[in-house]
């Protein structure tokens, strides 16, 4: 007894020697004040313009998920791509559907589509939690797709190689997501829903389809599917704003007038230790400029805050394809995994394999640059 409270205690110890470490140097440069107003502000900010955004997607794509379920989409989806999605995601075909609608919106549609009997029926338990990032790897991608191209018309080719980079990235966090979860917890080979569930939920649907009008069919679905997706929108507040908030806090830097407690303002302690081994970013991803560290930096928390950046390249005149590109990829597979990851594995009630979704995830992102950057490389040569 006397053994595990010294142990307690220590680590308590540790822990406070670890936060005052961290926030006394953050507020070494920012100033107390300064840094409280700002965490405070950041996280209300990300409250009103990020999460009250994103549960305005779940909505709507749980809603349409939900219409698409209902009259036989989904099953067609399965059906029709499930000799592609197999080999190359070891997932159902039906998991397609998420990554389509990810890329037209954001990370957690894919999890509104998850909460869907029908739609994860398909799955075993591994497979699904692994959409956390194969659909991550996809989201908000026809945003950055678009804005890559609006910087210049010679950045088309860049912004495309950035796409295929991207699938590439997906594939290896899928995949890495799925072998991690089952090396740690093998009972997860089992099917999200035995046959019985599965039969039962299809009799309840056709009962359901045989004493509802089609009017009503379709009012009860968007209904239904909205639902859970403010249930969603809920449930990836912690996430979103605890762990954004600490990772604006530590990549971005002080505005021109210096620190005064603003939205957004921090100590840029990880573009500094990237900077310590930049010759590992240049011969990886090709970077010239040594500023475009701050891209993946940043998306890391959010790739919305990433494309604000660069514009400010483009502005300076050092944007080029090659960085399009590896960015357009990076930026697609990582989406700001770091601040959503958590909440929709949260959401799915798989906590305890966060860590290794980032894990896989953080490798994904890397292989997306990579391969980008070497493909861009051979394109240019044709």
């Avoid at 799915?348 to 861009?376: D, P, V």
Wanted: charged share 15%.
């Amino acid at each position: 007894m006397a053994k595990h409270v010294n142990h307690k205690i220590k680590e308590a110890v540790i822990f406070l020697a670890v936060i005052v470490v961290i926030f006394g140097l953050l507020a070494s440069r920012m100033g107390m004040a300064n840094m409280m107003n700002t965490i405070m502000r950041t996280a209300h900010d990300l409250l009103l313009n990020t999460v009250f955004y994103l549960m305005g997607i779940t909505v709507l794509t749980g809603a349409l998920s939900k219409l698409l379920a209902e009259f036989g989409v989904v099953n067609l989806l399965e059906r029709l791509l499930r000799p592609l999605m197999k080999p190359l995601y070891n997932l159902p075909g039906v998991a397609a559907l998420g990554g389509v609608m990810t890329f037209l919106s954001d990370n957690p549609a894919i999890i509104a589509l998850s909460k869907d009997k029908n739609f994860s029926s398909y799955f075993k338990k591994y497979q699904l939690v692994s959409l956390t990032n194969f659909g991550t790897a996809f989201g908000m991608g026809f945003v950055v797709i678009i804005s890559m191209i609006g910087y210049g018309q010679n950045f088309l080719s860049g912004a495309l190689v950035g796409l295929a980079g991207a699938l590439v990235g997906s594939i290896v966090s899928t995949r890495l997501m799925q072998r991690f979860t089952l090396k740690a917890y093998p009972e997860m080979k089992e099917p999200v829903m035995n046959q019985t569930e599965i039969e039962e939920e299809e009799l309840f649907e056709e009962e359901k389809e045989q004493k509802q009008s089609l009017f009503l069919r379709t009012l009860n679905a968007m209904l239904d599917g909205g639902k859970t997706g403010v249930e969603l929108g809920i449930a990836i507040i912690p996430g979103v704003l605890i762990i954004t908030t600490l990772v604006l806090l530590i990549t971005n830097s002080a505005p021109a007038t210096g620190y005064d407690g603003g939205v957004g303002q921090g100590v840029p302690i990880l573009p500094w230790l990237a900077d310590k081994i930049h010759w590992v970013f240049e011969w990886l991803f090709g970077f010239n400029h040594m500023e475009f560290i701050a891209f993946p930096m940043t998306a890391l928390g959010s790739v919305g805050a990433a494309l604000g950046l660069v514009s400010s390249f483009a502005k300076e005149g050092i944007l080029d394809g090659n960085a399009v590109a590896v960015c357009t990829a990076i930026g697609m597979c990582w989406s700001g995994y770091l601040s959503t990851h958590a909440a929709m594995l949260d959401s799915l009630g798989y906590r305890k394999l966060i860590s290794k979704a980032i894990l896989a995830h953080t490798f994904g992102g890397l292989a997306a640059g990579i391969f980008a950057h070497f493909l861009y490389m051979l394109v240019s040569l044709i």
